[in-house]
């Protein structure tokens, strides 16, 4: 995780065992700045998450203020090749490529 004025990394998030294809931002809360300074998570409340789908065929929820999976989604039977969360961030969507939208 990269906060976008600088290029270190300021949380390494790791626990998928295959390559990464996909991953976003719950909408409720914005992502601006000094991301790890600035923003107050709220897993409880699905706040501050992010989701990430790969080639190991889960769906991974992250509190990226923590750097920890706090979630896992399973059931894709292929490669999970996109995640989006909806605008008010009340369904998260997953599509593979075993041709299944979750």
């Known amino acids: 995780l990269r906060s976008s004025d600088k290029l270190v990394a300021q949380t390494t998030m790791t626990g998928h065992c295959d390559d990464i294809k996909t ?3 719950h909408p409720s809360k914005p992502v601006v700045g000094e991301v790890m300074a600035d923003v107050a998570c709220d897993v409880a409340a699905h ?10 065929m889960v769906v ?14 399973r059931g894709h039977k292929n490669t999970v090749s996109q995640v989006k969360w909806n605008v008010n961030g009340n369904w998260l969507l997953s599509g593979s490529r075993d041709q299944v939208v979750k």
């Open 47 to 56: 706040q501050c998450l992010v989701a990430s789908g790969a080639k190991d």
């Open 23 to 25: 991953c976003d931002w």
């Open 60 to 73: 991974k929820l992250w509190d990226p203020k923590a750097g920890k999976s706090v979630g896992n989604l």
